[in-house]
């Protein structure tokens, strides 16, 4: 039976969440169960993209993304892949109406990846922050909001803004791996062989107006996805406050992480606040 392969795939897709990013995966398991699967393949799909160009270093990473992709668009026209990852995302593709530019976008960023090392302007930052990170909020709000496209257009700009809020903490969180492994430097007109407490605060204020305007958004979400996408922002905001305490010339040293027990702790806090309407 065809349903019992679909549903392989996306717990093959729950699977790579779980071992990828325990984080992730309890504020997914926070989400309503009845979105949790669409989730879930969104992440396993870009995961597997992002995994190409930072970490298989031993292949042709190129030749690895062209068949990526041309596999996926080959299980979107046909409704299937034996590729499981690809088998559950092209579902929910098709199930919760997303479309294809962000999927596009999304390539796009990691496409340059493979070619590009530093992004000297904002143009180019902002360019590659909206393709690896606005593009997948976009894709779980389209989730969010069972695919109506005006609750998703109300909603748009706030889950864009906490992508980059997200994506821009990792930048800073692995400034040591970009740096010293995979030679990057996202964050236009920062020295990352000087990077100083000047350089630190000026991203942090960045951030921190990204939340801002990302916690409105969430205020609005669908009972469905509220409760989750808190707790995300939640331990984003730890980890953000973590990184701020912390000297800079030790972040580009070491890779800052928020323990288990704390983020028990921060669960317990976003609990507390969603069932008191705080969100």
Do not use: W
């Not at 020295?191 to 921190?208: Q, V, Y």
């Not at 984003?236 to 305490?245: G, Q, S």
Request: glycine fraction near 4%; charge should be neutral; charged fraction near 25%.
């Amino acid at each position: 039976m065809k349903q019992l392969f679909d549903d392989t795939s996306f717990k093959c897709s729950k699977l790579v969440t779980q071992s990828y990013s325990t984080s992730f995966s309890l504020a997914v398991y926070m989400l309503a169960p009845s979105i949790r699967e669409a989730i879930y393949s969104i992440y396993g799909f870009v995961r597997f993209a992002d995994e190409i160009v930072d970490s298989f270093h031993d292949f042709d990473k190129q030749a690895l993304l062209d068949d990526f992709e041309a596999e996926y668009y080959k299980a979107f026209a046909n409704g299937i892949s034996l590729n499981p990852i690809l088998n559950s995302f092209q579902q929910t593709v098709r199930e919760f109406n997303i479309g294809d530019e962000l999927i596009q976008s999304f390539l796009k960023s990691m496409k340059m990846d493979l070619i590009k090392s530093d992004y000297n302007t904002k143009a180019e930052y902002d360019d590659y922050i909206y393709g690896s990170a606005d593009v997948v909020g976009l894709m779980c709000l389209k989730v969010f909001v069972a695919g109506q496209q005006e609750r998703y257009d109300k909603l748009k700009h706030e889950a864009m803004r906490l992508g980059s809020a997200f994506q821009k903490v990792n930048f800073l969180r692995d400034l040591k791996d970009d740096n010293l492994v995979l030679n990057r430097n996202y964050f236009p007109g920062v020295d990352l062989n000087s990077f100083d407490d000047n350089a630190k605060a000026m991203i942090i204020a960045e951030i921190e107006e990204d939340f801002r305007v990302a916690k409105e958004g969430i205020k609005k979400l669908p009972i469905e996805a509220k409760f989750g996408v808190y707790t995300a922002y939640v331990y984003y905001r730890k980890l953000l406050r973590k990184l701020e305490n912390t000297p800079s010339h030790e972040i580009g040293n070491t890779r800052i992480r928020v323990s288990n027990y704390t983020k028990a702790g921060l669960l317990a806090q976003s609990f507390v606040s969603y069932k008191l309407k705080l969100v």
